[in-house]
């Protein structure tokens, strides 16, 4: 597998840069995925537009891809090579009262891709 992935980076509000960054290592629970295609919607045009380009954000969260590389604990229904799908949010935390009550997608405490 290659060091580095490219990536189109914010670099000043309105601006995107090709940049080449380092492949991460995926953390304990997570997978590495190989994007194979990222749709761009109205939520990534105002981060464009409005994103502190000293956070370095990649837009698109919207990805389709297979998964390369997978962290400690990741439960064993995902696997390398394996073709996912992933949305704006990471899933729901099922600790809060939105989660507990079975609104799950009301949490508040998801994380955000890219
Ligand atoms: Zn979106
Ligand atoms: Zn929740």
Known sequence: MTKT???KQVTAPGRLELVERPVPTPPPGEVLIAVEACGICGADRSDIENADPAAGRVPGHEVVG???EIGAHVPQMWQKGQRVGVG???GPCLECSACRSG???LCRNQP???
């Open 88 to 90: 704006r949010f990471g």
């Open 66 to 68: 297979r998964i390369v």
């Open 5 to 7: 992935y490219r990536a």
């Open 103 to 105: 609104r799950l997608q």
């Open 112 to 114: 955000v891709m890219g």
